[in-house]
C-alpha cells in the first residue's frame, strides 16, 4: 500500500492532467512525487525553494489571478510558520485553495518536536471557514484530496500522515460515519485513530463514530448518536491537540445535559524521539491507554 | 471628458492638481506632508499612463494588476482611484468610518479597483509573484503586475524570499515599485535597487517627484527579468497612523 503522501503526489498529478485551473505549490518538500507533472505542466507546478512565506503567499495569488492552487510541505511549515499568511493570504483575501499537510502530529519522532504539529487544526479553528480533512487511511485521502481540489473556491485543510487504519471507509468529504452502534456513550474517532478506538472500545456497549471530516463538525450526526444512547456522555479522540473539536461537541450538544471527554495530544512537550507507536502510548493514545480512560469516563 | 464609474455615474476625469483636494475631504488638510503624499505622484503616473486598467475592465482577466501592499496611509491611493472613478469622489469624506468601504488599510472586498486587501507589511509582494504565475499559467501573459511597497516594508522578510524567487524564476511581467522615503530604521546599505539586481531584476532609481522620469522608468524595457523602480521622494517627518477628519471632533 502507498502512503498518503504517496497517493496525494498521484492523485494531484492526475487532477494536473484533467483541470487546467489546478496548480501545485511546493517549498523543496514533496518535489520528488511531481518531477513529470512538472514537465508535463511546467508552468503550474511551482517550487519556490525553502520559502514559506512565499510558498502561502503564492497560493493567494495563484488564486486571486483565478487559480485553485494546491499548497503543500509538513504541517509545521505550512500551517504555524507562515500563519498570518494563511490568515490574510487566503482568509483576508476572500479567496480560496487547498493546504496540503504532510507529518501530523508525530510521524517522523526521530525529527523531534521542530517537526511535530499538534496544534495545527486549533489554529485552524482561530479562522473562518476552513475545511478540514483528516483521512485515516490512503484510499480516502484519495477521496478527500479529490473533493477539496474540486470544491469550487472553498479554503480546505487535508491532515496526511503516515498512521493509517487497516482498512478505508466510504468516507463522502462531509458526514460522520457509524461505524459501530451502542447504548453506553458516544465515541468519536477521528481520522487515523479509529482503529486504537474501535480496539480499545471492544465489547463495550458504546456507538463509535468515524470523522474524516471535521470542520464543518457534523453536528446532526453527533446529536442522533446521542438520541440513542441512555447518557449524553460522549469521547472525542483526536490525532491532534486533545480538545480541539470539545468546543464543537458542546455547541451541537446545547440542548441537553451531557458530558464530553476530549482525548489527544497533549501541550506538554515530551522531548522524546523514537517510533509513532511510542509516542501514542507516551500520549495515552494506545488502545490500552485508551480502553482505561473511555471506560474511567464512562463509569464516572 | 467624462467617463462612468463602477456605480454607473458620470464623473468628470480629474487630473493631478485635483487630488489634493480630494485627499482634503478625508484628512480635513489641504495641505499634506510628504509622508502623506509619498507614493501620490509615482501612484497618478502608474494609473494615468502606464496599467492598462479602468472601472471598465476592473473585473477583465486581461487587465494590468497593481497591488498596493504598503496599505498604511493609502489617502493618496483611494484620492488617485476616486480620481480614475474606481469610486465616487462621495465616497471620501467617510474615510476610516463604521460605514464606509474606505479604511485606513484597504479591504480588497470593500474598494473598488483595489486588487488586494493590505495594512500587515510584507504580503504584496508574494501575492503579486503568485498572481503573475497564476497569469502566466492561464495563458495570460501580456497583464503587467505591480506592487507598491515602501522601503520601510522591505525589512520584512517575506519580500526577500519573493525578489529571490522572482529573479530566479525571470517573471518578466512582474514589477516592483518601493516609494523610499527613508524611513527604514535601519536603511539600505549599498541602496535598494542593488538588493534587486543582486538577485537578477532590471531595477532603477528615480526622482519620485518627476513624473516624465517615473513615467520613463515604470516603462524601461525589461526582457526575460522582473523590474523594480525604487521611487526616491522626501524623507518621513511623521510617525504614526493617518488622522481621519471626521473622528478628530
Known sequence: MDTMRERFASVTTQLLDEDPRLAVVLA???????????????????????????????????????????????????????FEQVKLDFGHQDVG????????????????FTHMAPGDVALLDSLDGWTVHVPGHPDEAD???????????????????????????????????TVR???????????????????????????????????????????????????????????????????????????????????????????????????????????????????????? | MTHTTLDGTAAHDTGFGELPHLMSLMTGDEKHGPAATSTLDALWVLYDRVLRVSPATAQDPARDRFLLSKGHGPMAYYAVLAAKGFFPTALLPGFGSYDSPLGHHPDRVLVPGAEIGSGSLGHGLPLAVGTALGLRARGLTDPAVWVLIGDAELDEGSNHE?????????????????????????????????????AGWSAVTVDGRDHEALYAAFTAPHPDRPHAVVARVEAKEYSGEPKPKAAAA
Open chain 2, 162 to 198: 519573493a525578489i529571490a524567487y522572482a529573479g530566479a524564476a525571470g517573471l518578466s511581467r512582474l514589477h516592483t515599485l518601493v516609494v523610499d522615503n527613508t524611513s527604514a530604521s535601519h536603511g539600505w546599505r549599498g541602496g535598494i535597487a542593488s538588493r534587486f539586481e543582486a
Open chain 1, 143 to 177: 477521496t478527500l484530496l479529490r473533493r477539496a481540489a474540486a470544491a469550487g473556491d472553498d479554503k480546505v485543510y487535508v491532515r496526511l500522515s503516515v498512521q493509517t487504519n487497516g482498512t478505508p471507509r466510504p468516507v463522502d468529504g462531509a458526514r460522520f460515519l
Open chain 1, 28 to 82: 523543496d518538500i514533496g518535489v520528488d512525487g511531481f518531477r513529470s507533472a512538472q514537465e508535463r505542466h511546467p508552468g503550474r507546478v511551482v517550487n519556490v525553494g525553502i520559502r514559506e512565506q512565499l510558498l502561502v503567499g503564492v497560493g493567494g495569488g495563484l488564486a486571486l489571478a483565478g487559480m485553485r492552487p494546491v499548497v503543500h510541505t509538513f504541517a509545521s511549515f505550512l500551517v504555524e510558520r507562515p
Open chain 1, 97 to 112: 485553495g487547498v493546504l496540503v499537510s504532510a507529518g501530523g502530529s508525530y510521524d517522523w519522532p526521530a525529527g523531534g
Open chain 1, 181 to 300: 452502534e451502542g447504548t453506553g456513550g458516544v465515541v468519536l474517532a477521528v481520522g487515523p485513530m479509529l482503529d486504537n478506538v474501535l480496539a480499545a472500545t471492544e465489547g463495550l456497549d458504546v456507538t463509535v463514530l468515524y470523522a474524516t471530516t471535521v470542520r464543518p463538525f457534523d453536528d446532526a450526526a453527533l446529536r442522533a448518536a446521542v438520541a440513542g444512547a441512555t447518557a449524553a456522555d460522549v469521547v472525542i479522540v483526536e490525532p491532534y491537540h486533545e480538545g480541539t473539536s470539545t468546543r464543537h461537541a458542546n455547541d451541537a450538544l446545547e440542548h441537553v445535559p451531557h458530558r464530553v471527554l476530549g482525548l489527544g495530544v497533549g501541550r506538554r512537550e515530551l522531548r522524546r524521539y523514537g517510533q509513532l507507536d511510542e509516542h501514542l502510548a507516551g500520549q495515552g493514545l494506545d488502545a490500552r491507554s485508551l480502553r482505561e480512560r473511555i471506560t474511567g469516563f464512562l463509569a464516572r
